[in-house]
């Protein structure tokens, strides 16, 4: 069963726009979340994360919104440009403060940012 | 600096051999980890090392499937009697330490296709 989950595969938004993609997650003892992104033929790359004790975190264009009671974390991408064109992987780990790192990702959704 | 390097980017082998993949993590990191992406998938967990030494096994998908890390720098993952269910991208990443706040840096994966 999955414990993240990114219900949209796929999401098309206007240059300039925000872009807004979805994360739901079943285990309530995940206590940090990951946005990753990536491109083809590369692995993902880092983008923002959030710990259980914030609803947001913000940096540049991107913002990441927590709903703790909604197991539910979005991230805003504004203004949206082509280059952010990519899967983005939502990802999250029970270990917040500890000393393990493995991550547990969504399936992904892949953004088209057209000009 | 050099990222995280995987080697080689593309495998294609028949059923039943066995195939080795390499992941040499960024120098000093301490922290490795195996992740698997299937088609359609996100990233599966699969083993971490801390060091040389990986404590938690269980993410390994069967016992065909082994890695070590020695030097505490470079890691093989070895997969025995290779089955077509094992085709995926095999993505390698490190961290500075073993905290889930510590990025994971990925390297680029290697596509395993088994005939």
């Known amino acids: 069963d999955q414990q993240v989950k990114q219900n949209s595969p796929s999401l098309s938004v206007q240059e300039g726009r925000i872009s807004i993609l979805n994360c739901d997650y079943t285990n309530s003892m995940f206590d940090y979340f990951l946005w990753y992104k990536k491109y083809p033929a590369e692995g993902p790359t880092f983008l923002i994360s959030?710990?259980?004790?914030?609803d947001k975190n913000e940096d540049g264009r991107f913002t990441v919104f927590l709903n703790k009671s909604a197991k539910h974390l979005s991230l805003h991408i504004v203004p949206s440009q082509p280059g952010d064109s990519a899967v983005y992987f939502c990802?999250?780990?029970?270990?917040?403060?500890?000393?393990?790192?493995?991550?547990?990702f969504g399936k992904g959704t892949k953004l088209s940012v057209k000009p | 600096g050099a990222g995280v390097s995987q080697s080689p980017s593309n495998k294609v082998t028949e059923k039943g051999k066995d195939v080795e993949l390499r992941c040499d993590p960024i120098?000093?990191?301490?922290?490795l980890y195996w992740y698997r992406q299937s088609l359609g998938q996100g990233l599966e967990f699969l083993i971490y090392?801390?060091?040389?030494?990986?404590?938690?096994k269980s993410g390994l998908p069967s016992d065909r499937f082994s890695a070590e890390r020695t030097g505490g720098s470079v890691s093989t993952l070895t997969i025995q009697r290779t089955q077509q269910e094992d085709s995926a991208v095999y993505l390698c990443?490190?961290?500075?330490?073993?905290?889930?706040?510590?990025?994971?840096?990925f390297g680029p994966g290697t596509r395993l296709t088994v005939l």
């Open positions: 990802a999250a780990s029970p270990n917040y403060g500890g000393s393990q790192g493995n991550l547990i």
């Open positions: 959030i710990s259980s004790i914030k």
């Open positions: 990443a490190s961290s500075l330490e073993l905290r889930v706040t510590d990025t994971q840096y």
């Open positions: 120098s000093g990191h301490t922290a």
């Open positions: 090392f801390q060091g040389n030494s990986a404590p938690d």
